[in-house]
C-alpha cells in the first residue's frame, strides 16, 4: 500500500525531497567543519575561537530552527532589513527561504546546526597530531594552503566523513525542524511517518511502521 496505493505520488516526492535535504545538508555541514580547522589552523585560532563552537551545540534544533525562522522568512529580520535598505521594495519580495520547496530553509538549518559538531570532532583529531608534522611542513616551505591541502584535509577527513554518516542519519530521522521550516509540500518523510502513525485511523499505522523500514534502509544504503 505505501509504494503503491494512493499515497504512492506523495511518498516518491517525499522521498525525493528527504535526500535533496539530507544529502546537501550534510555535504555542506562537512566542507564547513573543515573550513573551519582550516580557518582555526592559525596563531590566532585559539581555544576561545573553538570555544565558539560549543555554543550552537547548546542550542536545541527547535529553537534554532525558530531563530532561523525570525531571520529567514518573508515577515523576518533580514526581509525587513533589506526593505528598509532599498534592497528590495517590500519585505515580501525576499527571496523564500523558508517553507520553500525546495527546503532551502531545512538545508541552511541542518548545515549551520551540524557544522559545529563536526568541527569540534575535526579540530579534535587535528591537534592530537604530532606537532612535528607541521614543523616539518613548514621548513619545507608550505605555505598555509599547502598544509591545509596536504595535512589538515587528509588527516581529519576520514573522521568527518564517518561523523557524516551520524548526521545524514539524524536529519532523514528528525522531525523538529520540518515541522518549523518545511513546506506543506513535499514533506520530509519524518513528517509523513509521522503523521501516519498519529493518524485517528488506526489502519494507517502499520504503513507508517512500513515507512519507518523504509527509512531505515534509506538511512542504510546512504551511509554505505
Known amino acids: 500500500d505505501l509504494l503503491g496505493g494512493e499515497s504512492a505520488p506523495d511518498l516518491w516526492r517525499s522521498l525525493a525531497f528527504t535526500l535533496r535535504v539530507s544529502g546537501a545538508a550534510t555535504i555542506l555541514a ?9 580557518w582555526l589552523d592559525r596563531p590566532t585560532g585559539t581555544h576561545l575561537h ?3 563552537l560549543h555554543v550552537n551545540l547548546a542550542i ?14 518573508q515577515s523576518g529580520i533580514l526581509s525587513r532589513a533589506s526593505a528598509g535598505l532599498g534592497i528590495t ?20 538549518h541542518y548545515a549551520t546546526k551540524e557544522a559545529p559538531f563536526l568541527a569540534l570532532l575535526a579540530l579534535a ?25 596536504l595535512l589538515i584535509i587528509p ?7 564517518a561523523a557524516s554518516a551520524l548526521v545524514l542519519a539524524f536529519i532523514v530521522g ?8 518545511g513546506a506543506s509540500t513535499p514533506r520530509m518523510l519524518s513528517l509523513v511517518s509521522l503523521d501516519l502513525f ?24 546512504m551511509v554505505w
Open 30 to 38: 562537512a566542507a564547513a567543519a573543515i573550513a573551519i580547522v582550516v
Open 50 to 52: 573553538a570555544g565558539a
Open 60 to 73: 536545541p534544533h527547535a529553537v534554532w530552527a525558530v531563530a532561523l525562522m525570525l531571520l529567514l522568512s
Open 89 to 108: 521594495g517590500s519585505p515580501t519580495d525576499f527571496p523564500v527561504l523558508v517553507g520553500d520547496r525546495y527546503g532551502v530553509g531545512l538545508i541552511i
Open 125 to 149: 583529531i587535528w591537534r592530537a597530531q604530532p606537532q612535528e608534522l607541521t614543523r616539518i611542513a613548514a621548513s619545507l616551505g608550505a605555505g598555509r594552503w599547502q598544509r591545509a591541502r
Open 155 to 161: 588527516t581529519v577527513a576520514p573522521a568527518v566523513a
Open 174 to 181: 528528525a522531525a523538529e525542524a520540518p515541522a518549523i521550516l
Open 198 to 221: 498519529n493518524s485517528p485511523d488506526l489502519t494507517r499505522r502499520p504503513t507508517a511502521m512500513a515507512l519507518g523500514m523504509l527509512m531505515s534502509a534509506l538511512t542504510l544504503v
